[in-house]
């Protein structure tokens, strides 16, 4: 599980790397000061579960960063630092839902300890399996979903591995016989459906824009991904066989497997 320490000051960092050292072994901490750019762009390539960030710092403030890094990782849960006398009431109600609570400096190695098992208790990981059949389970239960397409559309996103997907894209693999207009009635009902499914198991995990699609591979394991990433060339099973539009990835996938 990955956490970041976000605080301009050197105090606040160093009691972190004291305490993290004892508090778990299973808890990576990353540490930085006040650059968003880099927490942002870190926060992008991994799969963080929380962020302890100081509420008010020179170059950047806590909340500004906090609607940042929500908007890389909805699921991210947020931990705020402050010497204030800031409270949970003074916060935007649009990050409320995704703070677990405010650390008053001096804070505790019980403070801490608290708000890492509050992370590690509402932490969500989506397993997705595209070999052999396409498998989605949330929290050790099968993802819910409400209609064939919209499970389809679900897996085309998966693919994309985090890269925008246009309307056109998905009529064209989805719905390659159909009208267009009946298709775009299509592909309307499954996005609606998906954005649904996603919000009734509160698993925020797709960037829902106007005819463009993408997936938030945050806190997402999936055998494809791990196969892209060379860490698993033992998968067996055909690759998404339900789905013509895979097809045209066989080759690709088959490379992946044997490449050394």
């Given at each position: 599980m990955k956490i970041i320490v976000v605080d301009d000051e050197s105090s606040a960092l160093h009691f972190?790397?004291?305490?993290a050292l004892q508090a778990d072994d299973e808890v990576d901490f990353h540490y930085f000061k006040d650059d968003s750019k880099t927490i942002v762009s870190y926060v992008k390539g991994n799969e963080v579960s929380g962020a302890f960030l100081d509420v008010r710092m020179p170059r950047i403030d806590g909340i500004s960063l906090a609607?940042?890094?929500?908007?890389?990782?909805?699921n991210m849960h947020i931990v705020f630092l402050?010497?204030?006398s800031t409270t949970m009431e003074d916060l935007p109600e649009d990050i409320r839902p995704h703070v677990l609570g405010i650390a008053y400096k001096p804070f505790t190695r019980r403070d801490l300890l608290k708000f890492i098992e509050a992370i590690r208790e509402r932490r969500s990981v989506m397993e997705v399996r595209?070999?052999?059949s396409f498998d989605c389970f949330i929290r050790g239960?099968?993802?819910p979903f409400t209609s064939s397409k919209s499970r389809e559309l679900f897996a085309f996103l998966i693919v994309a591995n985090g890269v925008n997907v246009t309307m056109e894209q998905v009529i064209t693999a989805l719905w390659p016989d159909k009208d267009i207009d009946k298709a775009k009635i299509l592909y309307r009902d499954a996005v609606w459906r998906l954005r649904s499914t996603l919000e009734e198991i509160h698993f925020p995990c797709v960037n829902f824009r106007r005819a463009l699609l993408s997936v938030n591979t945050a806190n997402i394991h999936c055998d494809y991904y791990?196969?892209?990433?060379?860490?698993?060339?033992?998968?067996?099973?055909?690759?998404l066989p339900s789905y013509e539009w895979s097809l045209e990835l066989e080759d690709d996938v088959e490379q992946l497997r044997h490449f050394k």
């Open positions: 972190f790397l004291d305490e609607r940042e890094l929500l908007e890389v990782n909805p402050t010497g204030t595209c070999f052999g239960e099968p993802v791990e196969l892209v990433r060379g860490k698993n060339k033992n998968i067996v099973g055909p690759f």
